[in-house]
């Protein structure tokens, strides 16, 4: 399972552990009844506190995106992808509504704030397009070589 941690980020390091799980899970990448790695494997593997991830899977166990099983370890729950992309929308809400004190804080009017929030969804849609492009090159450039290999080897 692919994690990956900013330790030096105001967001908490079991914050960011369990978010990626639960996006994994919503996106699809982490399927019901699929087993995660066990706490010390993925604490081994992130370099952080054994506690640190037992926390994340009761939260998220207590979230019903994952299941315990005592003896076998920790699995994707049934229906894992609805609960977490509610979980999901619940988090952005909030972390919205605390954008929103934010800007209301600083004097912006709730326009401006909206005005805001458009620019920063066209930059991240233009990121994005800019990401797509740059792999669609980069597959492309790779496909001749890989085509070239398998004539040589045929």
């Known amino acids: ?10 967001v908490p390091i ?4 369990a ?6 899970c919503a996106a ?21 506190n054994q506690n640190t991830i037992l926390r994340v899977y009761e939260r998220l166990t207590g979230e019903g995106l994952l299941e315990r099983r005592h003896g076998q ?6 229906h894992s992808g609805r609960r977490a ?3 999901h929308r619940r988090r952005l809400l909030e972390e919205l509504r605390q954008i929103g004190r934010q800007g209301l804080g600083l004097g912006l009017s709730p326009d401006e704030l909206h005005t805001l929030l458009g ?8 990121e994005s397009d800019a990401h797509a492009a740059s792999t669609q090159r980069a597959a492309s450039t790779q496909q001749p070589a890989s085509t070239h290999q398998q004539g040589a080897k045929a």
């Open 85 to 87: 992309t509610a979980a």
């Open 119 to 126: 620019e920063a969804l066209d930059q991240l849609g233009a």
């Open 73 to 78: 370890g920790t699995f994707v729950a049934p």
């Open 14 to 17: 079991s914050r960011q552990i």
């Open 28 to 48: 699809g990448k982490l399927k019901p009844g699929d087993r995660l790695p066990s706490v010390r494997e993925l604490a081994r593997e992130l370099a952080v």
């Open 19 to 24: 978010e990626q799980v639960a996006s994994l």
């Open 1 to 10: 399972m692919l994690l990956r941690i900013e330790k030096g980020s105001s």
